[in-house]
């Protein structure tokens, strides 16, 4: 989707996808300790935010200048403060090393999903980690948000690749239900991932 369409979706419906930090999110950040985390796709900073108040510095991007303002404003309100370039994930260079990265329904085609996350994955150091939550394949049979397109829509065998020398520490496929604002609402087909980077 071009970046027209959701600076108008967070122009017509501020905290698009609410305030609140996602919940798997919250789940496997709470037990962790503090460092540098990167959010592919950050929107409008509920997840950013969340990381920045638990002692994380937080890193962004996202391609809608909407979403970027709103989230610079969050932190603001926050009394945080993240670091959030504008750019396209298949642009987005890694310009440090992370302690962490977290990708919250971060939707690529299949032509791009396998280079932008390992790409990004390279720039964890040993040690650090990935959580995950995105739209199953099964989400076509739910309308509580996502991509309506299947090849845009994850499994654990599509996504079992993409983070190479990675153990895994939580990995399920599950239906729940979403409370995130307008657009994330009701039963939905998840795929979930919390990795730690191996040497």
């Known amino acids: 989707m071009k970046s027209e369409f959701w600076n108008e979706r967070y ?6 996808y609410g305030k ?5 999110l919250k789940e496997c950040l709470d037990g962790l300790l503090p460092g540098a985390i990167l959010f592919p796709c950050e929107g409008e900073g509920r997840n950013s935010v969340y990381a ?3 002692g994380w510095r937080s890193y962004a991007f996202d391609y809608s200048q909407t979403a970027r303002e709103h989230a610079i404003q969050f932190a603001i309100e926050n009394n945080v403060k993240i670091d959030y370039e504008l750019k396209q994930a298949l642009e987005y260079i890694p310009k440090r090393m992370f302690d962490g990265i977290a990708f919250i329904f971060t939707h690529y085609s299949e032509a791009s999903r ?3 996350h390992q790409r990004l994955w390279r720039s964890v150091v ?8 995105a739209f199953h394949e099964d989400q076509l049979n739910y309308a509580s948000g996502g991509p309506r397109d299947k090849s845009m829509l994850y499994s654990l065998e599509k996504l079992n690749d993409d ?3 990675g153990k895994i520490l939580k990995s399920e496929e599950c239906i729940i239900n979403l409370h995130e604002g307008e657009f994330h609402k009701g039963e939905a087909a998840v795929v979930r991932l919390f990795m730690e980077k191996l040497l």
């Open 163 to 165: 983070f190479p020398k």
């Open 52 to 54: 920045c108040k638990l």
């Open 126 to 133: 040993p040690g650090g980690h990935l959580i995950l939550e």
């Open 114 to 116: 396998k280079q932008i």
């Open 11 to 16: 122009s017509m419906v501020p905290n698009a």
């Open 20 to 24: 609140e930090p996602n919940l798997f």
